[in-house]
């Protein structure tokens, strides 16, 4: 089965030209990504995301430092070190009120944070500061 492997996984920053990377014939040791419509989503192995933890490393009440990476109105996105970045909904911010503040206005990327692991589905990390 083919895979498609798209330029941003091929450096670092913009890539323009894959070119610049790999050519026709090359052999690549990759990783799937992701299985959708019969489209296989893959990366090279050496891709930054696969340095990371699995999700399955991570069990409810594990007590983490994470980095805040993204703000949205319900929740942060928080790098703890897995293949992809936990979520901290609002509500389990400590001391923190929706209908009062904004999270933009308390959190800043970059920010570290101590917080607990509330769900793994697999697919997604849940977080707590409570």
Same mark, same amino acid.
């Given at each position: 089965?083919?895979?498609?492997?798209?330029?941003?996984?091929?450096?670092?920053?913009?890539?323009?030209?894959?070119?610049?990377?790999?050519?026709?014939?090359?052999?690549?040791?990759?990783?799937?990504?992701?299985?959708?419509?019969?489209?296989?989503?893959?990366?090279?192995? #050496? &891709? +930054?995301?696969?340095?990371?933890?699995?999700?399955?490393? =991570?069990?409810? *009440?594990?007590? %983490?430092?994470?980095? /805040? @990476?993204?703000?949205?109105?319900?929740?942060?996105?928080?790098?703890?070190?897995?293949?992809?970045?936990?979520?901290?909904?609002?509500?389990?911010?400590? #001391? &923190? +009120?929706?209908?009062?503040?904004?999270?933009?206005?308390? =959190?800043?990327? *970059?920010?570290? %944070?101590?917080?607990? /692991? @509330?769900?793994?589905?697999?697919?997604?990390?849940?977080?707590?500061?409570?």
């Amino acid at each position: 089965m083919q895979g498609f492997l798209h330029v941003n996984k091929l450096g670092k920053g913009i890539v323009k030209d894959a070119a610049e990377f790999i050519k026709v014939g090359d052999k690549l040791q990759v990783r799937v990504l992701k299985v959708r419509d019969g489209r296989v989503d893959v990366a090279p192995t #050496d &891709f +930054d995301k696969f340095r990371k933890r699995a999700l399955s490393d =991570f069990v409810i *009440g594990d007590q %983490l430092q994470g980095t /805040v @990476v993204g703000i949205k109105a319900p929740g942060m996105f928080v790098d703890i070190g897995a293949m992809i970045d936990a979520f901290l909904p609002s509500a389990n911010v400590i #001391d &923190f +009120d929706a209908s009062t503040q904004a999270l933009k206005d308390v =959190f800043k990327p *970059g920010q570290e %944070l101590s917080v607990k /692991v @509330v769900a793994n589905t697999n697919t997604q990390l849940d977080l707590s500061m409570k």
